[in-house]
């Protein structure tokens, strides 16, 4: 069942699903409307899912579940997963290439290829009080409280 993203509690469980590109305003709308009727439906071994989702930036798609009411079991969790390919397969789009970063400079979304980071580092295009997102937040508090964080504060940290 489809709750506002809000009204879950912080021990609810996340998954964030970065696209390899911007969202258009009619793909956000429709994504929004699938997802929703996903959530709705959305259950484990027959047991309802309170869920929900966000999509952030024109460009990441978070889905989470609160596990305090109906446990997310291995086959719900793979639906998700169904939903997501999905997606992908309708918008032409991909969610789940690990292979760019994004970061958040000038107020602006800044993707970068993990082959280019230490020479944008060595640019000055990337420091170390730069924001970037951990998109391997496993709840809503840390997704709250940890999802954009500065590149000294994440596995980035190697590079400075």
């Known amino acids: 069942m489809f709750l506002p993203f809000n009204q879950l509690p912080e021990s609810a469980r996340v ?3 970065q696209s390899n590109r ?3 305003s009619a793909e956000h ?3 929004a409307e ?3 009727s996903f959530c709705d439906e959305w ?3 027959g047991a309802g899912l309170k869920s929900s989702f966000q999509i952030l930036h024109n460009r990441f798609i978070v ?3 609160d596990e ?3 446990m997310a079991t291995g086959c719900s969790i793979d639906s998700s997963i169904n939903q997501i390919k999905h997606i992908e397969n309708k918008f032409g789009l991909n969610f789940m290439d690990r292979t760019q970063v994004a970061f958040y400079i000038d107020d602006k979304l800044y993707i970068e290829s993990l082959s280019a980071i230490k020479s944008k580092v060595n640019e000055g295009v990337i420091s170390a009080e730069t924001k970037t997102f951990n998109n391997l ?3 809503v508090g840390d997704f709250k409280a940890g999802w954009m964080v500065s590149a000294s504060n994440s596995w980035l940290k190697r590079y400075f």
């Open 22 to 24: 911007d969202l258009t």
């Open 63 to 65: 889905i989470a579940v």
């Open 43 to 45: 259950s484990a071994h």
């Open 29 to 31: 709308e429709a994504i």
């Open 137 to 139: 937040v496993e709840t």
């Open 68 to 70: 305090d009411y109906n």
């Open 34 to 36: 699938q997802l929703t």
């Open 15 to 17: 998954w964030v699903y």
